[in-house]
């Protein structure tokens, strides 16, 4: 197989240069994705670590391990490294790997950028995190930095500013990188609609990022002059508004919800139809209902902010406009279970992890319905029910898609299978473990439980016990997921080019592992 | 230590018995306690008429699911099938849904109405969000005071406390002030703020708005019960955000006239109930 794809070019075919250079300089989609995923995990487990001593504080009522200043530090941190950290970046990871290899490109179309879009994120992190131990304390006004409050923070302020532009510029560069690939490099005979549905849905993304970016980056720059410079965008003495910023803020974050959604539309897309042995079902509705998903998000974003005193016609625009994402996503949903339909399917861990993501995103999708009904909103609003809401969409909905990729291209990336029974215990685990933790945030919200509170009334005391009992099982289980990539790196058995025997696209033709240069000469499409 | 922990393990046991005890302020409570002004049972049949919704889709879509994983599995030796688009399933499925959110949409639209009008009201009082307590003012009659936590939840809050949290009566959930209304008034609230967003909710009230700094924000209700009711603020603002409780307690008019004049008030105006809207915004 490997020669199939050996190049007629004149120099040799050089492999990966030695040693920590390797990764440092390296300008190569494999290598680049993997530092992504790698990183993506470590933030995965840094901001989980924060999610356990959240939980472990809420285990009971009364204040037993936090301060409330710092709880309020450890629930602001968890989000951004779990959004910008974790689930953006192994997105991110996952578009390096394989974009090229499933449009039949040799690499990713601006190399360098794409080395310097992930070096700036380590940099970042390390900035943001580092604050925690400033004067002050670290940002503790919640990710969505409304101020004034945010304007409250100590010395970590202009740090945290700093952190969120670099990471707006890595992820600018990641989604131009992505776009002028999936234009540009395509192999002949791919057109736009024979495109996989994962660079579909990442093509839509990276326009997301690129319209959405630049907002978040004003936002807060606004803020730092806000702090430091004597403007008052958004204090109410200076003739400012508060709410301004709520609205940009969210005109950035509800795309950005999206963003962290639908590549993992597309990771399910793939693998569904791998291990129902059968096409896809609506191929070109599922395209057609990402983009529209896409186009709603920029005319959705004050349903966060109902509470926040806005005209009724307002509130009846948001309303309806949001009330519509059901309908898309409705289609997505019955197009995965129709694919499903009269299959003959088979179990692997990937198949368990992208079916766990088609019934618990749906569940996420309920409560988002929900919460677009303005006057229930007004009770559903910033309590619990809220937390459970989005965590089912980015837990069992992202982080779940994430899984199932890795498992599902894991062979193709090192070249061996993992233990498929390590797998399915880590699916098992994290599926009980996840369901425990949120589902119970449900009734606490709907009973009376505010979000980002560190200790609570006596009432609420039973539903977080066992949301923090399903919190635990969850957090070690991802031990589990280490221990399978590092048991399939070492001793897993050689995969096959194929690896999965309903799997169809070009990555599947390469070699397992995948060659330095994925296509060197660009593939025939019929 | 553990035998705190066991405590809840026993609540287990009684689950049902507790919410058939007490549906407002049980443990293991699942869904929205009732409530008791004029708009709350429309808020909540909404609610419960989404969620209803909701789970019928969700309890036949996962079953179809589930039948699809036990049928159509390989180890059944079933051969797949190479359908991948069928048009009629899929207007079907595209237009169920939109029907079901136009059903939804128009009780939702008059909710919105209905939540808004808050004119003609019989009382206004001023809430003020602060850094971490709440400041009242009955625009109509002078009274005006802070509430903050009360001091038995302040004292067991603290971190190592060493006082056992459950055996404080309302726990983070009572203050030192209420704010007392009669029943059966239309009583608008001004929401605003004093140095950070805060929200005011007390979920059997069924209102919830953000208190902005330098804007003033609307509600009202019409309580149809007397009672003590409990929320707390429910917008992140600061350490104390956890710690700023609201206590309504509504009573009849009788007792609110007296407390009125208890609290250094002008009886005289208790029971105005003309006062338009545009002679309390001036009072501010």
Known sequence: MSEAVSHDSHHDDHGPAKGLTRWLFTTNHKDIGTLYLIFSLIMFFTGGAMALIIRAELFQPGLQFVDPHFFNQLTTMHALLMVFGAVMPAFVGLANWLLPMMIGAPDMALPRMNNWSFWILPFAFAMLISTLFMQGGGPAGGWTLYPPLVLQTGDAFPFMIFAIHLMGISSIMGSINVIVTILNMRAPGMTLLKMPLFVWTWLITAYLLLAVMPVLAGAVTMLLTDKYFGTSFFLGAGGGDPVLFQHIFWFFGHPEVYIMILPAFGVVSQIIPTFARKPLFGYEAMVYATATIAFLSFIVWAHHMFTSGMPIAGQMFFMFATMLIAIPTAVKVFNWTATMWRGEMTFETPMLFAVAFVILFTIGGFSGLMLAIVPADYQYHDTYFVVAHFHYVLVPGAVFSIMAATYYWLPKWTGKMYNETLGKTHFWLSMIGVNVLFFPQHFLGLAGMPRRIPDYAIQFADFNMVSSIGALIFGFSQLFFVWVIIDCVRNGKQATSQVWEGAEGLEWTLPSPAPYHSFETAPEIK | ?284
């Open chain 2, 1 to 284: 230590m553990f035998k705190g922990l066991w405590k809840p393990s026993c609540a287990t046991v009684a689950v049902l018995g507790l919410l058939a005890v007490n549906p407002a302020l049980a443990a293991w409570q699942l869904d929205m306690p009732v409530g008791v002004t004029t708009l709350s049972d429309m808020i909540r049949d909404l609610h419960r008429e989404i969620l209803i919704i909701c789970t019928i889709i969700a309890v036949v879509l996962f079953a179809v699911i589930a039948y699809a994983l036990f049928a159509f599995r390989k180890s059944r030796n079933v051969k797949a099938a190479t359908f991948s688009h069928n048009t009629t399933a899929e207007v079907i499925w595209t237009v169920i849904p939109i029907l079901i959110l136009i059903y939804m949409a128009v009780p939702s639209a008059r909710g919105i109405l209905e939540i808004e009008d808050a004119g003609s009201p019989d009382m206004t009082i001023k809430v003020t969000g602060y850094q971490w307590k709440w400041g009242y003012e009955y625009l109509d009659n002078g009274v005006s005071f802070f509430a903050n936590l009360d001091e038995l939840s302040a004292e067991a809050a603290r971190l190592d406390s060493g006082i056992d949290v459950r055996d404080i009566k309302h726990y983070l959930r009572d203050v030192d002030n209420r704010m007392v209304v009669p029943v059966g008034k239309k009583v608008r609230i001004l929401l605003t703020a004093n140095d950070v967003i805060h929200s005011w909710w007390v979920p059997q009230l069924y209102i919830k708005k953000d208190a902005i700094p330098g804007f003033i924000n609307e509600m009202w209700f019409t309580a149809t019960k007397t009672g003590v009711f409990r929320g707390q603020c429910t917008e992140l603002c600061g350490r104390g955000h956890g710690y700023m409780p609201i206590v309504v307690e509504v009573v009849s008019e009788e007792d609110y006239a007296a407390w009125v004049i208890e609290n250094g008030g002008e009886p005289s105006m208790v029971s105005t109930t003309e006062i338009s809207a545009d002679s309390s915004v001036a009072a501010l």
